[in-house]
């Protein structure tokens, strides 16, 4: 059995003895002094153990630490051993880039580089138009700033175009640059940052109510700028709310956005547990580019994380061991009161939010 200790960064193997006496140590237990004479080796097992700081004392610093986590204790062990064993010490070694570099290149026989792009290619294609840039160019940047708001009302009468959805797409995550490097595949620069230039997200629009576009549930193939069709047909507003957590605002939305990330993607750059906190980063960056694309194209925007994963997972068709679902972001037109009611806030009325005092369910009142 290997201990592993998150809070110290270490691990540390312990025999068969060791093993079976931690089983007696699940609650406080009285423990005699230490005997010097080593008649028992049991009791000088104990003692080793608690040297080691694998068992605590009761009331010792190592207690108090455990006893004082705070929001950590609300969470679960799991997230706190997560944060722990992917927290940095102060001699943390890292790599220059261009060691790195070297590393990779060194490495690409054996470890070939990922594809930097997900496709589907017998899933029938749909091709988006260019994205509408002279509108946003309409919207200076500290407009579209001020007015970048949650929106949780939508007219189910008034579709998402499909003008709207190519642009919100080209911007969130199409490629508008690509950087070529010496012995690898070029680099993809979105205009959302992602560590590495790795960009393991991926987008899968659930189309609702979008003018010019089928409903159904698609693939965005970035570089192609080409919606993938993976379950054609309508989709039931229903079935979306329970994808999500049962938010039932999800019945108004035109389009929603499934985020993955492909962890080979990340992990053949990156091998460390930290990684993981940067998928999140980037699904973060990611969900600001389509609220402030969004906002800019007088649409409403929301984002979330309350998801059943194993269900959207099933409905993709993802092997959570080579790609999680990370978050979603949904848009649609809003409804009249709702637009009024953020104009009022951008001229100084009172603030308020959308969920307050309000029992709308997205399907009409």
Request: negative net charge; aromatic residues 8%.
């Amino acid at each position: 059995m290997v201990c592993d200790d998150p809070v110290l960064h270490r691990q540390l193997a312990l025999s068969p003895g060791a093993q079976r006496l931690l089983a007696r140590f699940a609650d406080w237990t009285e423990v005699a002094e230490s005997d010097d004479s080593g008649a028992d080796p049991e009791l000088r097992l104990v003692h080793q153990l608690h040297a080691a700081r694998i068992l605590i004392a009761e009331e010792s610093p190592e207690d108090r630490l455990v006893r004082s986590l705070g929001a950590w204790s609300e969470w679960g062990t799991a997230a706190t051993y997560f944060h722990l064993s992917s927290r940095t010490t102060c001699d943390e070694k890292f790599l220059s880039a261009a060691e790195d570099s070297a590393r990779l290149i060194s490495e690409l026989e054996e470890r070939p580089q990922p594809p930097e792009t997900k496709e589907y290619p017998e899933a029938p294609r749909i091709r988006l138009s260019a994205p509408q840039n002279d509108r946003l160019a309409e919207r200076g940047l500290d407009s579209v700033l001020r007015a970048r708001r949650t929106t949780r009302r939508f007219d189910r009468e008034s579709p998402v175009t499909e003008a709207q959805l190519a642009t919100l797409l080209h911007w969130v995550a199409a490629p508008q640059h690509q950087v070529k490097r010496p012995g690898m595949v070029p680099a993809m620069l979105k205009a959302s940052p992602s560590g590495g230039a790795r960009h393991s997200l991926e987008v899968y629009p659930v189309v609702l109510n979008v003018e010019g576009v089928p409903s159904g549930v698609y693939h965005y193939h970035s570089t192609e700028h080409v919606l993938e069709s993976l379950v054609p047909g309508p989709v039931d507003p229903d079935r979306v709310v329970e994808w999500c957590g049962d938010q039932t605002y999800l019945h108004g939305a035109g389009v929603v956005f499934f985020y993955t990330s492909v962890l080979d993607r990340v992990a053949w750059k990156y091998r460390t547990g930290r990684t993981y906190r940067t998928l999140f980063m980037e699904l973060g960056h990611f969900s600001q580019t389509a609220y402030l694309v969004g906002t800019a194209l007088d649409l409403g925007v929301f984002f979330t994380a309350a998801t059943r994963d194993a269900a959207v997972e099933e409905l993709l068709g993802l092997d959570w061991r080579r790609e999680i679902l990370c978050g979603v972001t949904g848009v649609g037109v809003p409804t009249p009161e709702e637009s009024s009611r953020q104009r009022a806030m951008l001229a100084g009325a009172e603030p308020d939010f959308s969920f307050f005092g309000d029992s709308w369910d997205g399907r009409g009142q």
